[in-house]
Every structure is written in C-alpha cells, then in structure tokens.
C-alpha cells in the first residue's frame, strides 16, 4: 500500500513538473515577442526624435537651400530645399497629410509620448513575465531538491 502512494505523488509530482515546464516555455515565448515588441517601439520612439529635431532645423532654413537627404544603405543626395512651410506626416493608415512646422512637431511628440506609454506598459507586462518565470523556476529547483521522484522508497 505504501509503494502505491509513493508512485501516485511521484505521478503528481511529475505531472506538476511538466506543467510548469509548459507554463514557463510560455513565458519564455511572450517574453521574447515582447522583447521584440519593446525593440520596434524604441525604434519608433528614436525615428520620431530624429523628425522633430530635423523639422527644428528646417525651420531655420529658406527655400532654395541645399540639403543632404539620407536614401537608404548609408546613401545620401542632395537636395535642394523647395518650401519650409509645409511638412508630410504620416498619420495612419497609409495616409499622409500636410501641416505646417510647429502642427507636425506637435503632432510627432505627441505620437512619440504615445509610444513612450506603450513602452513603459510593455516593460512592466515584460518585468511580470520575468517575475513570474523565476517562480516557476523556483518550483522547479525546490522540487527537483526534494529528492522524491527518483524512484526511491523509504
């Protein structure tokens, strides 16, 4: 009888093990998604910085001056400045529209605290995942430390 009971908690106990090993290959999952999550939106973050400070500097310009434009695979053109007044942003959707200077600055700071807010929120949900990982770690070790479930009986 008491052979019986010691291979029905092993049975439960393996059980809880794999479990939890299924629960924290989870975290691990969503904690890696958001952790590219986290990467877009600092991204995103640093490339709205980048728009508000070269419209900061485009406000010091005047129409016909030259300008260096970035294309792509560090590659750059020159340009030469048509209009200072009007600026394109994106505003979702594959939508553009046109606004003036200081309207696209607002609008890009304001988009950028947007982002800011979402990442502060995706770091915390990122902190409980961690949180939650090292319990079922700790689970884990306390139970592999106990010694029951190697199949020895008294």
């Keep these: 009888m008491e052979e019986r009971e010691v291979r029905g908690g092993e049975r439960e106990q393996q059980a809880e093990v794999q ?3 299924l629960k924290l290959r989870q975290y691990q999952a969503q904690a ?3 952790s590219q999550e986290l990467a877009f939106v600092r991204q995103a973050i640093v490339e ?15 129409a016909g001056d030259e300008l260096i434009v970035p294309i792509g695979a560090n590659s750059s053109v020159y340009v030469t400045l048509s209009d200072t007044d009007k600026i394109i942003v994106s505003i979702g959707g ?6 003036d200077p ?3 600055m607002a609008y890009l700071k304001e988009k950028k605290e947007d982002l800011e807010n979402s990442l502060r929120d995706m ?3 990122m902190q409980k ?4 990982a090292q319990k ?3 689970r884990l070790q306390q139970i592999a430390g106990s010694g029951t479930g190697t199949g020895r009986t008294g």
Excluded: F
Aim: proline share 0%; aromatic share 0%.
């Design 123 to 125: 770091s915390g949900m």
């Design 102 to 104: 200081d309207s696209s």
């Design 48 to 62: 709205h910085e980048k728009a508000i400070e070269t419209i900061k500097q485009l406000k010091h310009m005047k």
């Design 129 to 132: 995942l961690e949180q939650e």
């Design 19 to 21: 479990s939890l090993l």
């Design 136 to 138: 079922l770690q700790s």
């Design 32 to 34: 890696e998604t958001t």
């Design 94 to 99: 594959g939508v553009s529209a046109e606004k």
